[in-house]
């Protein structure tokens, strides 16, 4: 039986709201790359490309951004897949201490990512900070200037990322290792394969898909990181913590270039999507390989 | 004694060790500073505090005033969630009920909200509220309308940004219900919003608790739309606390007592719904 007519009155409400605050913009943002626009007088000038041109051809802080951005994610994707591959391997089992162990790293992930900033810019403070003064207790004096030092700060902050998401990611690849059949770590026990081999032959071929995502997820996460990078930085010390995305907002909102930072959103908008079809098509090869 | 010693400081032990303390230190710092004179921040970073203090928190509640923002992060998430959750399981139903075709067409319109990041959105979505303002504001038949350091305007503009990943997880949900019941209950003369409440609803309750986790953590929790979109007014719990900092510079104690208050609320939830906040926070970010 057909469902009646009425049945798209449910979509009424939803589709209002999410086409007027959501589709909406995403053509307007296209359009306003294409003016001089401050986003706040009524008048506004069409520029062509200038926009596109300015910001790819002379614009250092925008280079300094995206070179920042690639990495900030490297760091966090290799670390954090890393991080949660190992600690998801060490509390596979279901015993109470790997439960409270798995509880305990997954907090951070509740945190705002305000509240990170802060704790991780008072761990990181050159006069009071925290880990200023565990180096103390080891006589260190003089450790490095966390996020005062403009060649660590990115991945200083890159590192408070990690901390906060290592847990969620963990999860997931737990969640594939128990999937794995019990019997198949049997066998490679009777064949008598080392820990290595039973990884890198049983193990890893298995996860190899949660692996894919947890890459995916961890990239595009790594392109989000505003809040955290925003918070803790601002994108300073002198723009060595600036991603694209505190690029696109500072133009915006503190500098009211609204068509130039537009285009430069619809630049990171190409970006994400130009990784996320590489990494596809990367992972797909590596799960084909295997 | 050597066979024991060895065992314990096996590889595993010492990276959990490590891991754990890596994980707990900053998580304690922020309780006991929180909790400590400025002075002794300073002076005995490492050591917890004595005398134990509530200063702190009596600076931010009491001079500040933080509960009206507290109030105002409480009504933006609840309003929020149960929003999105009402309009986002009526279009799971109708892409359920419609399948086909149109049904495909309904769920890749929202799915499509997914792939556009925040980041992409702000600029062209705060030169419409810009305009929408304007417009209502010079309209004489039509009823001021205050998006900006508003609580229903930016419950507004949650609830659409927040649509689509809470569409995805329900949907996803509501299709392995087997359409025959829907089919048959028609039959019986049922009607859609009968089919809807009875139904489709009582049968995603996994789906809809996942994803009201996942919604609360993230509005209670948002940033960027507060900082865009608020002003004293509507200020969040979270864009007040972005603000002491520009006050405090780095008087942790205080900023610390600030991410006690922003954190405890979803710490004390996580606490007692240890399992659906892990399920629903893994799913929902997997999705988006």
């Known amino acids: 039986m057909k469902p009646s007519k009425g049945i798209y009155l449910f979509v009424l409400p939803a589709l209002i709201l999410y086409g007027i605050f959501v589709l909406y913009p995403a053509f307007y943002g296209l359009y306003i790359s294409f003016t001089n626009w401050d986003g706040l007088s009524a008048g506004y000038d069409h520029v062509g490309l200038r926009n596109y041109r300015n910001l790819l051809t002379n614009d250092t802080i925008f280079a300094k951004s995206v070179a920042n951005n690639l990495k900030f994610m490297l760091f966090v994707v290799i670390v954090q897949t890393a991080l949660s591959l190992l600690f998801a391997l060490f509390l596979v089992r279901n015993t109470k201490g790997n439960i409270a162990l798995r509880t305990l790293y997954f907090l951070p992930t509740i945190l705002a990512s305000v509240s990170v900033a802060f704790i991780w810019a008072a761990m990181y403070d050159s006069n009071f900070g925290v880990i200023k003064a565990i180096l103390g207790l080891f006589g260190v004096r003089n450790g490095p200037g966390w996020l005062a030092d403009p060649d660590i700060a990115i991945y200083s902050v890159a590192f408070a990322q990690v901390w906060a998401h290592t847990g969620q990611l963990m999860i997931i690849f737990i969640a594939g290792l128990q999937a794995i059949p019990a019997d198949l770590f049997e066998v490679a026990a009777i064949e008598g394969a080392s820990k290595f081999q039973t990884f890198r032959f049983v193990t890893w071929p298995l996860i190899a898909p949660a692996a894919a995502i947890v890459i995916a997820y961890t990239t595009l996460q790594s392109f989000k990181a505003f809040e955290l990078v925003f918070a803790m930085t601002r994108g300073g010390p002198n723009y060595a913590t600036e991603i694209i995305a505190t690029f696109i907002y500072r133009l915006a909102f503190q500098s009211y270039k609204f068509g130039y930072a537009s285009a430069a959103s619809m630049v990171f908008l190409v970006f994400v999507a130009v990784i996320t079809v590489i990494q596809f098509k990367l992972l797909r090869t590596d799960r084909a390989g295997e | ?288």
């Open chain 2, 1 to 288: 004694m050597f066979r024991t010693v060895r065992r314990w400081l096996n590889l595993r032990t010492i990276s959990l060790f490590i891991f754990t303390v890596v994980i707990l230190v900053p998580l304690l710092t922020v309780v006991s500073a929180s909790l400590k004179t400025m002075r002794q921040y300073v002076t005995e970073p490492l050591k917890p505090p004595s005398p134990i203090t509530f200063d702190n928190y009596r600076d931010l509640f009491v001079d500040y005033g933080l509960h009206r923002y507290f109030v105002n992060s409480l009504v933006l998430t609840f309003c929020t969630v149960v929003l999105v959750i009402l309009f986002s399981t009526m279009v799971s139903y109708a892409i359920v009920r419609a399948g086909g075709w149109i049904g495909t067409l309904l769920f890749g319109l929202f799915s499509a909200g997914l792939m556009i990041p925040a980041q992409v959105n702000i600029i062209p979505l705060y030169g419409l509220v810009v305009k929408l303002e304007s417009w209502f504001a010079s309209a004489a038949w039509l009823p001021d309308l205050k998006f900006r350091d508003s609580l229903p305007g930016l419950i507004v503009i949650e609830v659409s940004i927040l649509l689509s990943i809470s569409v995805f997880i329900i949907t996803g949900f509501m299709k392995t219900i087997p359409r025959e019941l829907f089919e048959a209950a028609a039959m019986d003369g049922s009607s859609e919003w009968w089919m809807y409440a009875k139904l489709a609803v009582p049968l995603s309750l996994p789906s809809i608790a996942s994803a009201s986790i996942f919604l609360c953590v993230i509005v209670w929790n948002d940033l960027l739309y507060p900082l865009l979109f608020t002003g004293e007014k509507a200020k969040t719990l979270t864009m007040a606390l972005m603000m002491f900092r520009g006050e405090y510079e780095s008087n942790y104690p205080i900023l610390f007592a600030g991410v006690m208050t922003v954190s405890l609320p979803m710490v004390a939830a996580y606490v007692f719904l240890q399992r659906w906040f892990i399920a629903g926070l893994t799913s929902g970010s997997l999705k988006g």
